[in-house]
């Protein structure tokens, strides 16, 4: 491998920059895979705002239609672990890059 790569696209590419690469260049990229592990899924449809839950792993989201009506709706979203996230498609578990990090 000449230079540092621009994207790290497997567990042995984390491995081996982990490795033979300084702290600044692979410890944010270990910290953009426990990051990236969390996305907002759509739960439900509100009456209205007040009527949904909003603190750390819920928000409600304000939806305008296009249309001439300009209808406004809301939904209750909540943050959850994608299973289909980089850090499990390559294969490492949250514990391993936790302890490789520490």
Request: hydrophobic fraction near 30%; proline fraction near 3%.
């Amino acid at each position: 491998m000449k230079g540092k790569p621009k994207h790290l696209n497997s567990k042995e590419d984390y491995l081996y920059a982990r490795e033979n690469y300084e702290d600044s260049f692979w410890r944010p990229q270990f910290q953009a895979l426990l990051d990236g592990r969390w996305c907002w899924y759509y739960v439900s449809d509100l009456e209205s705002a007040e009527a949904g839950v909003t603190d750390d792993t819920h928000k409600v989201v304000e939806m305008t239609s296009s249309g001439e009506s300009g209808e406004t709706k809301y939904a209750q979203y909540e943050l959850r672990e994608n299973p289909t996230a980089k850090i499990f498609r390559i294969g490492f578990t949250v514990e391993e890059v936790e302890a490789l990090m520490a």
